[in-house]
């Protein structure tokens, strides 16, 4: 198994471009997550699924959107990119049952000049 | 709302030192609780998840316990090698459904020879 998987690992972006951030499991998890981590900072979520079709609002979700049609994907949009945005965002998913351990990507670092 | 907090913020110690890493949290009401290593612009990497009617977890040299009553975690290293040297992050999962971790900003290790 591959895991988490995140592209692209690097990006940098003028303000107001947009990108999609992508994330695949291959773990079958029912669960996605993204996050996001600035220097010196937890982790903060910005949004997660609990499922194909069911995505909900983190702590920190202004300026990005996501989608989750099937099981495997959760892609992450980010419209009219701002410095505010620049970070790295981690992507991780976990099974609904039991301990529900999470299983993280090893990140995007992005910039936006 | 649930805060972590991780103490010390850093911490450097002589190869071969057993050492512990403290982690608390606010609200009791948890469904379980993450220890993450994170090496330098890398992801995370689980490292140990206890469960909220767990007392304790044992990998190799490490140990995590958790207090629930009390709020607090903490992870013993034994015998600490240079390897060693990372961010330790410490996550608690909400119990009722919230469906997600909330992080303290770490603890970073530095173990010298």
């Known amino acids: 198994n591959a895991g988490v998987t995140q592209t692209p690992k690097f990006r940098i972006l003028k303000i107001g471009q947009s990108m999609t951030l992508q994330c695949t499991q291959d773990?079958?998890?029912?669960?996605m997550y993204w996050y996001r981590q600035d220097p010196g900072m937890g982790l903060k979520l910005i949004y997660y699924s609990v499922g194909a079709g069911i995505t909900d609002k983190g702590e920190v979700p202004n300026g990005y959107n996501v989608s989750r049609s099937t099981t495997e994907d959760f892609p992450l949009r980010l419209e009219l990119a701002a410095p505010s945005q620049t970070s790295v965002y981690f992507c991780a998913s976990s099974y609904s049952q039991g301990d529900r351990e999470q299983f993280f990507g090893p990140g995007t670092r992005l910039t936006v000049l | 709302k649930q805060e972590v907090t991780q103490i010390p913020a850093a911490l450097s110690v002589p190869e071969g030192e057993n050492l512990v890493l403290n982690c608390s949290f606010t609200?009791?009401?948890?469904?379980?609780l993450q220890w993450f290593r994170q090496d330098p612009g890398k992801g995370l990497t689980s490292l140990l998840l206890i469960q909220s009617s767990q007392r304790e977890q044992t990998s190799g040299r490490l140990n995590a316990s958790l207090d629930k009553s009390s709020g607090r975690s903490t992870l013993y290293i034994a015998a600490s090698q240079p390897g060693d040297s990372a961010t330790y992050l410490c996550?608690?999962?909400?119990?009722?459904?919230?469906?997600?971790?909330?992080f303290g900003k770490g603890t970073k290790l530095t173990v010298n020879p």
């Open positions: 773990m079958n998890h029912n669960y």
């Open positions: 609200d009791s009401a948890i469904y379980n």
């Open positions: 996550a608690v999962y909400l119990q009722g459904g919230s469906e997600k971790l909330v």
